[in-house]
Structures are given as C-alpha cells and as structure tokens.
C-alpha cells in the first residue's frame, strides 16, 4: 500500500446486488475522501471435513475456495474492469464473516456493506453480518440497502419500506 493513501475504507462483498451497490458507494468514497479502498470478500466453508474424511473431503473445500475465489475476481471485474485502479486492493479471506468484518473495522476511517431489505414484510430484520457489524465494528459502519421483492407466495397487509442506512 502506497503512504501516499492515508485513510482507508474497507467495503465487504458477497456478490450480492446489495454488496455491489454498498461496493459502487465506496468507490466514490475513497475518490472523495482520497482513501485507499480494500475490497473483502469472506467465504465460509459450509463444513468442516473430519480428520478422517478422505481426499473427497479435500477435494470439496478446495473448489469451495475456488467458487469463492471467481466470486471476488467478478465482483471486481464488474466494478473496475479488468484492472483496479490505483488504491484499490482485494482480499479473499476465510471465516465466519460477521467475526472477520468485525475484527478488519479496527484502525480503519470506514466500513461498508450491503443489505437486502425485504419490501412490504413486516417482521424481516437485518442478517447476522449487519446485526454483528452495527453491535461491534470498531469504525463508522455504513450500510447500503437495496429493495427485494419477496416471494409471491408470502402476503401482507402493511408496507415496510427500504431505506439507505448510515450509522
């Protein structure tokens, strides 16, 4: 990282249309505020293999990593290109990502991410990354949200609407 980037913002990304809203508001972020921008996306493996689990087991963690691998490139690709520009770093790391968000928000000036918010469903309340990251980031959190239908088969008589949030 150049000495030159002085502030830092890290933005979370799942792939989601919410993390690449909450990935597009950081861009203009770090060109605003002049910060370097590191780009996260947190894989967690669905299972742990047994010790005795065999080559198999092995075999599915390794193309897990992979899925989560192309995942990040395309989420850059999408945002950037096929080159970042300067400033601009991506990580892929591995862990619950509630904890690793939480624990990377230390030293920086910013964290983003996104949320989906369900329209028209009372009763739906933020993921376990969001509630995780407003209880215990340790740097001015903002969350970018963006609308989801829900499913027909799921009625209502109230409207709750979608909002951007910044906390």
């Not at 919410?18 to 597009?24: F, H, I, P, T």
């Not at 904890?99 to 991410?113: P, Y």
């Not at 949320?115 to 990251?133: D, I, K, L, N, T």
């Amino acid at each position: 990282m150049n000495d030159r980037w002085q502030r830092r913002i890290i933005v979370g990304v799942s792939g989601s249309r919410a993390s690449q809203a909450a990935l597009g508001w950081a861009v203009g972020e770090a060109k605003l505020r002049n910060a370097a921008l590191h780009v996260l996306h947190v894989w967690h493996p669905l299972q742990h293999p047994a010790l005795y689990a065999g080559s198999a087991a092995s075999r599915a963690a390794g193309r897990e990593r992979q899925d989560a691998r192309d995942r990040l490139a395309a989420v850059m690709r999408t945002e950037f290109g096929t080159t970042p520009p300067d400033g601009v770093t991506a990580e892929l790391a591995e862990g619950a990502p509630e904890r690793v968000l939480v624990e990377r928000s230390a030293g920086i000036d910013l964290l983003v991410i996104g949320s989906a918010a369900v329209a028209e469903q009372p009763g739906w309340s933020a993921g376990p990354v969001v509630r995780a990251c407003l209880m215990k980031a340790r740097s001015p959190l903002v969350i970018i949200t963006t609308t989801v239908r829900p499913p027909a088969n799921l009625t209502t008589s109230r409207q709750v609407p979608a909002t951007m949030s910044t906390v």
